[in-house]
């Protein structure tokens, strides 16, 4: 079972991208569960999500404690307590824009999404090209399963744009680059 | 695990599954009151009356109260009447359930569970549900999605067949608020697993009859001991409509009312009600200790629990509700079903996940060590 914990702030649909990312494992045939760290929603406050990928039936029902894969939204999140917590040496992180990487030991993807998004969307969120990322950078979950479940939760032109932001970001990120980017330190 | 076919799986909201199921059984009137976080279930409904794909009437009341006494209206002329609620608001209906029950109207409900105020939280216990044992409804409770699902389409069977209104109750957030794979069953199959809702008596204005008239001492008690004929006897149905479901869709839960999970040849078992079981499930192999979930609340299957607990040294019930006062409800409960066994096993309880404190795999393996200690008595997991 992989575990993937989501970190953003209130508005930028972190709590959507771990249902979208549930929704596209489950195009793919896997067992999967999305869910946001239950709370009162305020604009801009730290939020957490969770989804969960299996190829066997998945029946717990905490939260993330020791995350496999760490999405953070909003890098300005990442010196948070709450955002290191659990981390394992080989927890993968996926980040929007740069972090300050002397903080972590794990292998980090990063890549200015805001910029991409406010070019395709005309607006600074980036839930859905967070996904793009995970999909190159993991190959967990197809690209095509991604597109599929934007289009079940978000209609119309809407549903459009983040498929092509989606499609684009997977495309402009490649796996390996990322790879090099601490490649000295990587192991697994 | 077998593979399944390349078309993938159907990955919804448990809320939005639910309401998915209810949609299927065609209530002809649903009166709601918006409250999280049963609020789901019912914006989904609402979505799907202004998509035009929703056959009843959803009505806007003004309460809980109302919700609940518009669905006695409803359902006395004669068609389904469903609504759902949380928490305060379960609480706000307490005054009607009883009258629901009392006139014999199989009125559907969905509980979100959520914890009650004060302090104010909207998170997830059982404490509204539990608290409501007493009123006469059927109570099932859910572990997942595709039982919640599952349980919503019985449950209207149920409740027409006995003549009993039914609670199916989900953990609020950490069940309802889950995206995770559930299988729908199609109009078709719900209409001929659901048969047409005849009431034998209804409200007609061309044929005039009083329900709910005033009980003298002479019937009044008639009346109550009638009703508790009922819900006992309704465990007949219950476990009728589970084997029915079973041969129809390939999908049961235990025997409706209980069901027990890596039971055989253990010494020691956890009983649990609700989401809890899920957790659990991944621990109990591995501390070789068998799992007893409680499906049906009302009527309690005392019976059912005494026998699957004859051959256990130890039991622990973990349930996220507490008498005041008392102890949490359902170790009472269980310690009582268990007095009949000639070799009883010890019983300790827990009350743990109360106001959405989370439940984690941690908890769950200090809950089992203790079970498998023999050590009697209550604890507070947090």
């Known amino acids: 079972m992989i575990e993937i914990r989501f970190h953003g702030r209130g508005g930028q649909g972190a709590v959507t991208a771990a249902a979208l990312l549930a929704k596209a494992a489950g195009y793919d045939n896997k067992f999967s569960q999305g869910f946001p760290a239950f709370g009162v929603e305020r604009r801009g406050a730290p939020v957490k999500a969770f989804t969960r990928i299996s190829d066997d039936i998945i029946t717990i029902r905490s939260q993330i404690y020791k995350p496999d894969y760490l999405i953070i939204l909003d890098p300005s999140l990442s010196g948070l307590d709450e955002v290191k917590e659990g981390l394992k040496p080989d927890t993968v992180i996926i980040v929007n824009g740069e972090i300050d990487a002397s903080g972590f030991e794990q292998k980090i993807y990063s890549y200015d999404a805001t910029s991409l998004a406010l070019k395709v969307l005309g607006k600074d969120i980036v839930n859905t090209a967070m996904l793009g990322m995970f999909a190159k950078a993991t190959g967990l979950v197809s690209l095509e399963s991604i597109q599929k479940a934007i289009g079940d939760i978000f209609g119309g032109k809407a549903g459009e744009l983040n498929m092509e932001l989606v499609k684009r970001v997977y495309d402009e990120t490649g796996s390996n680059e990322a790879k090099e980017a601490n490649d000295k330190e990587t192991e697994g | ?382």
């Not at chain 2, 002329?77 to 759902?84: E, I, N």
């Not at chain 2, 794979?181 to 719900?190: D, G, K, N, Y």
């Not at chain 2, 078992?269 to 109990?284: M, P």
């Not at chain 2, 008392?326 to 106001?355: C, H, Q, T």
């Open chain 2, 1 to 382: 695990m077998e593979k399944k076919e390349k078309k993938g799986k159907n990955v919804v909201e448990v809320a939005q599954a639910v309401a998915e199921a209810v949609k299927l059984c065609e209530p002809g009137v649903i009166p709601v009151y918006p409250i999280t976080p049963q609020t789901h279930v019912s914006e989904t409904l609402a979505k799907m009356e202004a998509d035009g794909d929703l056959s009843g009437e959803m009505i806007r009341v003004e309460s809980e109260q109302s919700a609940i006494s518009a669905c006695i209206g409803a359902q006395a002329t004669g068609v389904r009447a469903y609504t759902a609620t949380s928490s305060q608001g379960l609480a706000l209906m307490h005054e009607i359930l009883f009258i629901v029950s009392g006139m014999r109207l199989p009125v559907v409900m969905t509980v979100v569970n959520r914890s009650l105020s004060a302090p104010l939280s909207i998170w997830n216990d059982q404490q509204d549900s539990i608290s409501q044992r007493d009123t006469g409804w059927i109570q099932l409770h859910v572990e997942d999605g595709q039982e919640a699902f599952d349980t919503q389409v019985q449950a209207f069977k149920i409740a027409q067949e006995t003549r009993l209104p039914v609670m199916v109750c989900l953990d609020g957030f950490v069940l309802s608020h889950v995206y995770e794979p559930v299988e729908f069953l199609t109009r078709e199959q719900v209409k001929k697993f659901v048969p047409d809702y005849k009431p034998e008596v209804s409200l007609n204005p061309t044929k005039p009859v009083s329900m709910g008239t005033l009980g003298t001492p002479e019937y009044y008690i008639q009346f109550r001991k009638q009703l508790q004929d009922a819900i006992k006897q309704s465990r007949e149905t219950i476990t009728k409509v589970n084997r029915e479901f079973a041969s129809a869709f390939g999908r049961s839960y235990g025997n409706g009312l209980i069901e027990t999970i890596n039971l055989k040849g253990k010494k020691h078992a956890l009983i649990s009600i609700g989401s809890v079981a899920g957790t659990a499930r991944k621990l109990i192999e591995k501390e070789n200790i068998g799992l007893i979930k409680i499906k049906s609340l009302r009527p309690f299957p005392a019976d059912d629990i005494a026998k699957a607990c004859e051959d256990l040294e130890s039991v622990g019930v973990i349930e996220k509700d507490i008498s005041l006062g008392g102890n949490g409800a359902i170790y009472d409960e269980v310690k009582a079903a268990l007095y009949k066994l000639e070799k009883r096993p010890k019983v300790s309880g827990f009350i743990a996940g109360i106001g959405g404190r989370d439940i984690n795999l941690n908890d769950m393996e200090a809950v089992l060590k203790k079970i498998k200690s023999g050590k009697e008595g209550t604890e507070w997991v947090m």
